[in-house]
């Protein structure tokens, strides 16, 4: 996680992050408040006990729709693997593959 947020290349971070229940861990928890300021958003496992403020949710039930975007650029083999060695030929490669993906689904 630290090197995902250490890489990032967003001029700011975001105050929360949406997990599994893999990601529920209170030492989780305590580095990513103290040391970049982020809360954790994850669903509790069962043999914890509840670390979320009682609110539902709703970040977390949407989080399926990123997860199908994911699965549909997996269509395109030029995404799966990277071949582009810079960057910018690689965004672009996706920004043509999401046109793609919306033109397909409007017609």
Known sequence: MEYVLAGSFLDQLPARLIGDKAY??????????EEYGIQMIAPNRRNRSRTQDGRKLRRYRRR???????????????????????????LGFVHLACLHMLLRHLA
Do not use: C, I
Request: proline share 3%; aromatic share 18%.
């Open 24 to 33: 529920d861990s209170d030492p989780l928890d305590r580095r990513l408040q």
């Open 64 to 90: 399926w729709k990123v997860e199908r975007l994911f699965a549909w650029m997996h269509g395109f083999r030029r995404l799966v693997t990277r071949w582009e060695y810079h960057v910018e030929n690689f």
